[in-house]
């Protein structure tokens, strides 16, 4: 009796699984019927708008700051898979207000080129997979569910399948069967698991194809993308072609900036030592610590900088941490540094900013400090803040007025004379260019701030270090402002 009860229950499970699983696929072929996936291959869609560069906020209360997309063209093949977007874009804060490689002169393109392969990441795949028509391919060859939802006084039918990174993709269906959102989760190195969000509205037919005229995708509960389609051309023939050295990545501008791992050194006085290979930091022998300066871009970057550090001043534990603003470059590595027991000063808008998103979960790509848990120690300036143990002396200066950050700081070693910076100056990539014009507010805001401060450096470290590992002088950076009258 026992028996057949367990197997009536079974069956029953079994069968209610299946029921779910059809019902799944029956709204997935209702949709893709009314939508025109059934026959779409490829798309190309243009139009005008708004990006957003994720994580350069002025603050931590700030949306991510705007840029304006004079055009916007994305190809699509949901055969290979494979994706191409091109936009010209053009200053969107007037004045420039955060980061993103702000200000923009003119007209500057970028481009995306994705072709998914065996390690195509699933963040960068979603830029096909939550468009209307590519949720709706994913769908059906995944496990899907089903479920009717009240959103907003709205019945949508919920389709969701499990992603690549383990993470739900969940696509709202509303009562015309057209997909009007696509939500998800993916790992950020400073918020953790991080919702990305695209919403569809003001559907039109092209030849049977169903396909939005306004797209806003949003990451971190901002906007990263507010897009008014112009132009619609299903089926249109595309020609999307890897880049040399890579099959598909950020737009070409972001790729550029990305760290890469590795720490090789230089000594810049007695106990005072460069460590490149990414994003720079700088080392400080203090007597019974070492102070480390940036290179947090990433956990991984982190990690390299202190083993280095480690080497080049052994037998001392990395007691304090000196990190510029928050802007997601300077602190994607940053709780690494927590997780080695180290104490973080930075301005004090940062503290209540990182208390908060720290405590967010990191379960899609657990870091360090998720594996290891423990407090985040601070300490904060506002103006000024001095650290010395009698030999070494390491001064912290807030850039006051910078439009890049609220709590952007710097530090200067006045013996040595170095000054250690973040995006206040960005050398260009060959030292002899012409010198871009009009001249860069945030050049001039640290011109100003030197000059304030009486700072008298004879060699600038920035933090985003010129690739051809040069020595940047401060005749280099006289040079960029020289027109102004602030030097």
């Known amino acids: 009796m026992a028996a057949r009860v367990i197997l009536t229950a079974a069956f029953v499970t079994l069968f209610v699984s299946f029921t779910a699983a059809q019902d799944a696929q029956t709204a997935i072929a209702t949709a893709s019927k009314a939508m025109g996936a059934d026959t779409l291959n490829t798309i190309e869609y243009s139009g005008s708008g708004n990006d957003f560069a994720i994580g350069q906020a002025y603050s931590g209360t700030s949306p991510w700051p705007k840029f304006i997309d004079k055009t916007y063209t994305r190809q699509v093949d949901f055969r290979v898979p494979s994706s191409k977007m091109d936009r010209i874009r053009m200053q969107g804060e007037n004045p420039p207000r955060g980061g993103g490689q702000q200000p923009v002169r003119g007209e500057q393109p970028q481009n995306q080129t994705i072709i998914v392969g065996a390690n195509t990441p699933w963040a960068q795949q979603l830029e096909i997979w939550m468009l209307p028509q590519g949720f709706l391919r994913a769908a059906a060859t995944n496990n899907t569910t089903v479920k009717s939802q009240m959103v907003g006084g709205r019945r949508f039918t919920v389709v969701s399948f499990v992603g690549q990174n383990k993470a739900a993709v969940n696509g709202y269906i509303n009562d015309q069967n057209l997909v009007e959102r696509v939500e998800t989760m993916i790992d950020n190195p400073v918020l953790g698991d991080m919702a ?24 971190g509960g901002f906007p990263i993308l507010d897009l008014t389609v112009s132009d619609v ?8 072609q890897a880049p040399q050295g890579r099959a598909g990545g950020p737009p070409a501008a972001a790729a550029a900036a990305s760290p890469t791992p590795g720490a090789p050194s230089e000594k810049l006085g007695d106990g005072v030592y460069l460590i490149l290979g990414g994003y720079a930091g700088v080392a400080v022998d203090f007597k019974d610590y070492i102070l480390i300066i940036e290179g947090a871009a990433s956990d991984e970057r982190s990690n390299a900088v202190i083993a280095e550090a480690k080497r080049l001043i052994p037998n001392k534990p990395v007691r304090y941490m000196v990190n510029t603003h928050q802007h997601f470059d300077h602190a994607g590595g940053v709780r690494a540094y927590v997780a080695e027991g180290a104490t973080i000063i930075t301005h004090e808008v940062h503290k209540a900013y990182y208390e908060r998103i720290w405590s967010n979960p990191h379960t899609l790509n657990p870091d360090r400090l998720a594996l290891s848990p423990r407090k985040a120690s601070f300490e904060t300036m506002t103006e000024k803040k001095v650290l010395t143990d009698g030999t070494h002396v390491v001064e912290l200066h807030h850039l006051q007025g910078s439009g890049h950050n609220q709590g952007l700081i710097m530090a200067y070693l006045p013996k040595e004379r170095i000054l250690v910076e973040a995006d206040a100056f960005n050398p260009p990539a060959d030292k002899n260019a012409p010198v871009p014009r009009p001249l860069s507010p945030y050049n001039l805001n640290l011109a100003e701030n030197l000059k304030r401060l009486k700072l008298d450096p004879q060699r600038i470290i920035p933090i985003h270090y010129p690739a051809d590992s040069r020595v940047v002088d401060i005749a280099e950076f006289t040079r960029t402002v020289a027109d102004s009258g602030t030097n």
């Open 196 to 219: 990305f969000e695209a919403v569809y509205t003001d559907y039109r037919d092209f030849g049977g194809v169903k396909f939005p005229m306004h797209i806003v995708q949003r990451q």
């Open 233 to 240: 051309k299903p089926n249109a023939p595309v020609t999307i």
